[in-house]
């Protein structure tokens, strides 16, 4: 599956932003998706991350009720709702997606886990 993230761009503190995760390929409904950032001179962190029909979620603490995730497997999309922005979640936003075909998917947030990148969008929140 290829990724391709859109909807990064400035925005002042306390706005809000719109990302969007568009996946080609067949079967995007097995893939678990997540939103991890990057911000200068910093380690790749996990942000969230959807189960693979959507039903189920998971937040990091950073971000946790400020930022929504969902999807739409119609239209082969994934949407991260930022709101209540802050000059800390400056960075460079990525989406990526695994396959987990168990019963009970897991919602992993590891980066290791993940086999598909897209390329990223730059997020610049002024102060």
């Known amino acids: 599956v290829q990724l391709v993230e859109s909807g990064g761009g400035l925005v002042q503190s306390g706005g809000s932003l719109r990302l969007s995760c568009a996946a080609s390929?067949?079967?995007?409904?097995?893939?678990?998706v997540g939103w991890f950032r990057q911000a200068p001179g910093k380690e790749r962190e996990g942000v969230t991350v959807?189960?693979?029909?959507?039903?189920?979620?998971y937040d990091s603490d950073a971000v946790k009720g400020r930022f929504t995730v969902a999807r739409d497997n119609s239209e082969n999309l994934v949407f991260l709702q930022m709101d209540n922005l802050k000059p800390e979640d400056t960075a460079v936003y990525y989406c990526?997606?695994?396959?987990?075909?168990?019963?009970?998917?897991?919602?992993?947030?590891?980066?290791?886990?993940?086999?598909?990148w897209g390329q990223g969008t730059q997020v610049i929140v002024s102060s």
């Open positions: 990526g997606a695994y396959i987990d075909a168990a019963p009970s998917p897991s919602l992993s947030m590891s980066e290791d886990e993940y086999e598909f």
């Open positions: 959807i189960s693979q029909r959507g039903e189920s979620s």
């Open positions: 390929g067949d079967s995007f409904e097995d893939y678990v």
